[in-house]
């Protein structure tokens, strides 16, 4: 595109895709999270070499790959511990941790509680479809109770995990629900995400288009939410718990100082440290 | 979540139309590319290939925008930030539309969608600039869109409609790590 230098010179979303070719199912959400989170960190005008994006198993644990930015695509439901250390170790980097519902609030369900408690300064991106999609349709951690399917005959029965409530009691201080067709919003909402200094927690509803045909109609019930962010996490949870999951927006922004990282104490030599454990 | 029906595109000059219009044909032959890969990606060949075809034809419409651009003696393009009635470009194709299955009248459907919707970008920019130059190379714009939206039409109607149980499949994708 012929355009002046000064358009040149700032990054597109495409400089944040590597070159390996998605294979998400056409009209899978996750897609679309893939474009909003390079849209995100185009606007935010960082370098890929100053992000690494973290993730565990799952259709949308493949994004690391699909990015030019560092990445870890690692252990299922272990993106978050793996993202915590790294941003401990390395504070400059700015830490995206990304995964699915099943990776995130299942096997990886006891990660979560403490990563919000903890309040390290990464973002927590959950495309959330309500399945596992990856592995032929199972239900997930948020599944809905009577959701039907060859797997589950009449539906598990099983109430649905809360992930942005949970979220809130254990600390997070950022919590925020999104659609993946809704790009501007998104995009919005993730780019807020990371300058929010702390734990962030963004659920991203993500229609699984092979599994979960019947989520194409999310995009007729998503809507904004009606008020404005709050400070307050227990007015936060109530509004959560009374809406009907599609109210979309940055639903909480708290105050609470983020886990210090960077290195404590005085260094030592490694002779002094191996002198410790001698016998 | 916008309120298409309620914007108006008012841009002031044809430099201005111009960097819009490259912007738009680039975005979508781009989505075209990748929606492409993603389709060969499920052994979908006839939409793969069909999206090829989409993405190289927006690409020679940037060719002949840029024409336009030699053609007004334009040397370089302002930077702009673009005015969409929607998130993304009147011309690229919603990702959360297709399906693995989908055969390729129902792929031209969606093309024809984008190309309705790039008609009535132009039209909607005609409607508000103040400049009558750039309203006439809006109206242009627009007219060819709206040739392009009968072209897809004729090239969609080769192709049979889609069964009633299209989507059903009784092995879908196992996508293994």
């Known amino acids: ?279 | 979540m916008s309120n298409e029906q309620n914007i108006q595109i008012n841009l002031a000059n044809i430099p201005q139309l111009l960097a819009h219009a490259i912007a738009l044909e680039n975005e979508a032959s781009e989505r075209y590319a990748d929606l492409a890969d993603l389709m060969e990606a499920h052994n979908n060949y006839d939409v793969a290939s069909l999206f090829k075809k989409m993405s190289g034809i927006e690409q020679l419409h940037v060719n002949h925008i840029q024409e336009m651009v030699k053609r007004h003696r334009i040397k370089a393009l302002p930077t702009v930030t673009y005015h969409w009635l929607s998130p993304e470009g009147p011309e690229t194709t919603d990702t959360t539309d297709l399906h693995y299955l989908m055969n390729p009248r129902q792929a031209l459907k969606l093309a024809m969608y984008n190309e309705q919707r790039a008609c009535d970008y132009y039209a909607n920019i005609a409607a508000h600039t103040q400049d009558e130059e750039t309203r006439r190379l809006a109206q242009e714009l627009s007219a060819e869109e709206a040739e392009h939206v009968g072209m897809v039409r004729v090239w969609m109607d080769k192709y049979p409609e889609p069964e009633a149980d299209w989507d059903q499949d009784d092995d879908p994708p196992f996508q293994p790590d």
């Open chain 1, 1 to 279: 595109m012929s355009m002046t230098a000064e358009t040149v010179n700032k990054p597109t979303p495409a400089d944040y895709r590597s070159g390996i070719k998605p294979i998400w199912c056409p009209g899978c959400g996750d897609y679309s999270v893939l474009l909003e989170i390079t849209k995100a960190l185009a606007t935010l005008e960082l370098r890929s070499e100053e992000v690494a994006i973290i993730s565990g198993i799952g259709c949308s644990s493949r994004i690391p790959a699909y990015s030019s930015c560092y990445g870890f695509h690692g252990v299922h439901g272990r993106a978050l511990p793996v993202a915590t250390g790294l941003k401990v170790a390395r504070p400059d980097l700015t830490v995206i941790a990304t995964g699915g519902d099943g990776d995130g609030f299942s096997i990886g369900g006891n990660h979560f509680l403490h990563a919000c408690r903890r309040n390290v300064n990464i973002t927590y991106i959950v495309m959330d479809n309500q399945v596992y999609g990856m592995t032929k349709g199972q239900a997930s951690p948020t599944t809905d109770p009577d959701w039907d399917s060859v797997l589950t005959p009449g539906g598990t029965g099983i109430r649905a995990f809360q992930p942005l409530v949970i979220a809130l009691a254990s600390g997070a201080n950022f919590v925020a629900r999104g659609f993946a067709g809704d790009p501007a919003g998104t995009t919005n909402m993730i780019i807020e995400g990371i300058r929010h200094p702390g734990f962030s927690f963004i659920q991203i509803l993500s229609p699984c288009a092979t599994f979960r045909p019947d989520q194409r109609e999310w995009r007729n019930m998503v809507r904004e939410a009606p008020v404005p962010f709050t400070n307050d996490p227990s007015r936060a949870a109530n509004r959560i718990m009374t809406d009907d999951g599609f109210n979309i927006g940055i639903l909480y922004r708290g105050d609470r100082p983020p886990y210090e990282t960077g290195r404590k104490g005085t260094p030592r030599d490694i002779d002094t440290i191996a002198e410790e454990f001698s016998v």
